[in-house]
Each structure stands twice: as C-alpha cells, then as structure tokens.
C-alpha cells in the first residue's frame, strides 16, 4: 500500500488566474489576501472548498479564489449556500456578502441562515455605502449621511450588523477589520473551526464613495484607545498601558481605570463567548466606545444539515425506500385535468 503524498498549498494555490477588478485601495484587496493566507492553514483541499456570493462589489470575490464558486442573484447567496451545504455536507463552504446585499435586499435570507444554523461561515463586508451602483446610502449608513440618494441626510436608523446576527440566534458571531490583516486571519480560523453559521463582519473602507468611515478605529495609531480585542476567558481591556476596562452597570457599560502596574479590579468584565445565554453579547453590540472587535459569541448547538440528515435517515427507516412517481399517484388527493369535448 502506498500511502498518499500530502501537498502543503500555499497562498498563490488559492490565487485565480482572474483579473482583481477592485478600485486601488479598496479593503477588499486585503480581505481577499486574509482569506487566500488563511486557507493553506485550514488544511482543507481546494476541491473541498466553495465560495458564493450575491450582488455588489464584494460579491466578485469567487472569481478571485482558485477553488469552487458561484456568483449568485442579489441577496440570496443564503438559499445557495445552505443548499450547496445540504447537498454536500463535507464542503466548506464561504458566504460573501455586502451591508447592502446582505442586510437590504437580502436581510429576510440573512435572517433564516443565521436561525436554521448550517455550517457556513459568512463575511459580511461592511462599507457602510452602496458601492457598486457609485455611492448611494445603504441600511448601515450613519443618520444624517449625505449621499446621491440623500442630499438631505439619510433619516434611517442604520442597522446593527452584530445585533441582527445575534437577535437571529447566529451560534458565532465576530467583527474584525480589513486594515488588521492578522486579526481578520485569527478570526477567519475561528468561524471555520465553529460547527454551525459563522458571521463576521468586516469594517472594510470604500475609498471612493466613503472614505475613511471607519478611519477613527481602523488607523493603526488610533486602535489602541480606540478599540477593544475581546479574547475569551480574559478581562475587557484597553489601552497602550491595559490600564482601561469594562464594567457592568446594570444594563450600561461604564469604563474603570488604574494605575499602570496595578492589578485589574475585581469588578472589570472577563468575557465569555460561550456564554449560554446572549443577552451580554446582545448589549456589547451597542459599545461605540472602546469599540469591540473579535468574537463576541461562539457557542455549539446542532447544525441544519445534520438535523435534516438525520430526519431523512428516521423516514427511510419507518418507510424503506419508495418509488416517487407511485407517491405523485397515490392518495385521494390525485385528479386528471381532460381537454373539453
């Protein structure tokens, strides 16, 4: 017997032979070099690995990647990657959407994947901007944006990607940054080690229709006033010196400091993604300031396809195997439509 040579793949295996036709300095350029780093870590054949997408311009991102894709209809990637997934429950399988995709068009499927739980992970980049159609507001636009579509300021509430997913009972739920390339990589590992619906989503910066939205947390200098790195299992801390944490106040946060050097008070929140209730990843979806990045919720319930799997298997075995044009015929509620005489 011989056994099978293992080939390491590496970033350039998941490179296509397709023209990226991004604007310069778009964040997806950086979020497609995550992902394209992140999968020879995974360990997972190229074959084994499919990526679909919807409309905008995040959603050529399949053309992009040197496995299998589908570039489907605007925002029901969902219907295609829960079916692929059903279909198929070895592949790993990548959702790639946009705030307008996702949460516009699309917010009814976003709602039913996230609840039904197949094992998919979705990247939601987040411009805060409809980018493909030049610049109209989208459902996370800030109140009051000026845009083509709102020359007098948008008067929508923007939508919450992170309240939604968790509202929706998504198992996994994360925000990271296209401007953090190693932060988006340990966040790409962790949903593809979840076993259920992974959502992420992507700060990710529209140089031509929105510049700089999220300029006040993504640049390198401001992050660490800024911005708070959960990790699980550990205190709610920010800061240069980490002398900066988080503490509950009833159902408001509120921010306690310390001297450098001295030990972090009792009261300061450690936080705890697997939490079986989410009520306080709920409320953490509302801090602007520190703003939290990282995972917020990671918790295992049974996945979709599993489910459904096993409910087929119980029917062939109270059935046994049918022949489906006998089920068509069979039963009283069967009739015949005859031309007129």
């Given at each position: ?46 074959e084994k690995l499919v990526f679909v ?67 998919i992970n979705i990247l939601l980049f ?131 400091s310390w001297e450098e050097g001295d ?79």
């Open positions: 017997m011989t056994q099978a040579t293992v080939v390491k793949l590496k970033k350039k295996d998941f490179e296509s032979d397709q023209e990226v036709r991004w604007c310069p300095g778009c964040g997806d350029y950086a979020i497609l070099a995550a992902i394209q780093r992140t999968m020879p870590e995974l360990g997972i054949p190229r997408s919807g409309i905008g311009c995040s959603s050529r991102f399949p053309y992009y990647m040197n496995t299998y894709g589908f570039h489907t209809i605007h925002g029901r990637a969902p219907a295609f990657a829960t079916g692929i997934k059903c279909a198929n429950p070895e592949l790993s399988v990548w959702q790639i959407t946009g705030d307008g995709d996702g949460l516009s068009i699309g917010g009814n499927h976003l709602l039913h994947v996230l609840r039904r739980n197949p094992d987040n411009n805060r901007i409809y980018g493909l159609t030049k610049g109209q507001y989208s459902p996370t636009s800030e109140k009051g944006k000026i845009t083509k579509s709102t020359p007098y300021g948008s008067i929508d509430q923007p939508v919450n990607p992170l309240k939604f997913a968790i509202a929706s009972g998504a198992t996994f739920v994360a925000r990271t940054m296209d401007a953090d390339i190693k932060h988006m990589m340990q966040t790409f590992k962790a949903a593809a080690a979840h076993k259920g619906v992974a959502f992420i989503e992507i700060m990710q910066n529209c140089p031509i229709f929105n510049d700089g939205a999220w300029k006040g947390f993504t640049a390198k200098k401001e992050r660490p006033e800024r911005v708070l790195y959960l990790e699980h299992g550990k205190p709610m801390l920010w800061g240069k010196k980490k002398n900066r944490g988080l503490v509950l106040d009833g159902f408001d946060f509120r921010e306690r030990e972090v008070p009792s009261d300061v929140l450690v936080h705890d993604a697997q939490a079986e209730k989410s009520s306080l990843a709920y409320l953490m979806t509302e801090i602007e300031h520190p703003l939290p990045v990282g995972v917020f919720r990671a918790v295992q319930k049974p996945t979709y396809e599993q489910e459904m799997l096993a409910q087929i298997e119980t029917a062939k075995q109270k059935i046994g195997h049918s022949d489906l044009g006998r089920l068509y015929r069979e039963g009283a509620n069967t009739w015949t439509v005859a031309p007129k005489d």
